[in-house]
């Protein structure tokens, strides 16, 4: 099993990125799928999730501004990130869960994301 993570950068605050998670060696249709992030010196938290129906869930402190989205037939699961905080700066992992196979549970390497202010 495969997560790729990509499209971390630096931006300045206010601004946008897209972050990307192609996944492989899952049925992509069974799995919920998950953005986390960890910052220096914090504990990893959810950021957002869409279940495999399609159900998207929000952090409270992103709601309003990310959108997490999955495309299917490409295997990937999307977070569009816009007014974007200097708070935002981590590393954004991405995670598939099984929908009902709770012991398949998979990480991907991580994509940084800093927010200058």
């Known amino acids: 099993v495969q997560l790729q993570a990509s499209g971390g950068g630096l931006v300045q605050a206010g601004g946008s990125l897209r972050l990307s998670c192609a996944a492989s060696?899952?049925?992509?249709?069974?799995?919920?799928m998950g953005w986390y992030r960890q910052a220096p010196g914090k504990q990893r938290e959810s950021v957002a999730a869409?279940?495999?129906?399609?159900?998207?869930t929000y952090a409270g402190t992103v709601k309003g501004r990310f959108t997490i989205s999955r495309d299917n037939h490409e295997n990937t699961v999307y977070l569009q990130m816009t007014s974007l905080k200097p708070e935002d700066t981590a590393v954004y992992y991405c995670?598939?869960?099984?929908?009902?196979?709770?012991?398949?549970?998979?990480w991907g390497q991580g994509t940084l994301v800093t927010v200058s202010s």
């Open positions: 995670n598939s869960q099984h929908s009902t196979l709770w012991s398949k549970n998979y």
């Open positions: 060696g899952i049925t992509f249709d069974n799995y919920a």
């Open positions: 869409i279940s495999a129906g399609g159900m998207a």
